[in-house]
């Protein structure tokens, strides 16, 4: 069965295809959303190993694996190489791959011609219920995660729930932590409610991509609601960086589940939500399998360091944060609570109860 979930944003409108095989509709795809193009070139990696056919003559470009590949360097290596290939603005680039791939990919197609079409093949978890859905872009600083990177809607997004089946373990739960935070953010849709662990992938997938349009259909440019979406994220992304240096292997997904505890233990310390609501954000994270230790060794002075040039703040601590209104935008948090929960969570080498 396939779901289309529609992404509304006026003449940016595109749709999101999920459902076993999905990929092999590349062609129609492309032929419908970029009817101008003349030539594709197609972005992935190695170990991807999912072959598609873009319905026009077309190169393959490969790039690194992991967070490294996200890197001013290897956006210019890329756009380079889109000039070599001869690939005009009129053309498109397809990206293969997770969230690496796609917004890698997405930020050389926003900057090469100063906009060229990209449609978005998802081939792990990550990137079909996130990060391939929804035209954020970009690459990552020494400084911080995603710090560079651009607005640029995709023409499409395949989610071809068969290429899930070869996934690795790690990459299972680089996607449930996003699956999860789906799950806390009570939004409904037509879809149905909260996606949950108990229902089949193409469900849970097309559930979460239904919330994210929702909510990117009403602030696109993440002026504020879409906010919302960075639930769980802003120590995910604070331990994704501090980790750049060493050897810690931290999935993206495993780093959002320790995030959503976090963010529900600073709430209940700013009395927003009480120990009932903490214990069912970790039944929630539990359910898909993840764990919420803080990492051994993170220093929380360091982590506050890079939670502050978190990309929702304004000259402030800012979180997403729980309480008697939902999940909300919470600004001005003092930095003493962030350190004593950060304390809290590493003394005791699990999350506080």
Known sequence: MTTVVPVDLADRSYEVVVGDGVRHELA??????????????????EGIGVDVDPGLPFEVLTVPDGESAKSLAQLEDL???????????????????GGVVTDLAGF?????????????VATSLLAQVDAAIGGKTGVNLPEGKNLVGAFWQPAAVLCDTATLA??????WASGRGEVAKYALLGIDTDLGGAPTADLPIAEQVARCAAI????????????????????????????????????????????????????????RRLGRIDGARVAHHRSVVGAFDLATDL??????????????????AHGDLTFVLDGPRGVEVVRGIDPADAVATLADMESTGRSAP
């Open 295 to 312: 990492p051994v060794g993170r220093d929380p002075e360091v982590l506050l360091g890079f939670m502050g040039r978190d990309k929702k």
């Open 79 to 97: 756009c380079r190489r889109f000039a070599r290939s001869g690939l005009s603005r009129a053309d498109v680039v397809v990206a293969v791959g």
């Open 212 to 267: 994210k349009a929702a909510v990117v259909a009403s602030d696109e440019r993440e002026g504020d609601r879409r906010m919302l979406l960075n639930y769980g994220h802003t120590l995910a992304h604070a331990l994704e960086a501090s980790a750049f240096d060493d050897d810690t292997d931290l999935r993206h997904g495993e780093a959002v589940a320790v995030g959503l505890v976090f963010a529900a233990l600073l709430a």
């Open 28 to 45: 129609r795809v492309v032929a419908e959303t970029v009817p101008a193009a003349r030539r594709a070139v197609v972005v992935t990696q």
């Open 166 to 171: 070869t996934l690795p373990p790690r990459e």
């Open 108 to 120: 050389a197609a926003a900057s090469f011609h100063r906009g060229t079409a990209y449609v978005n």
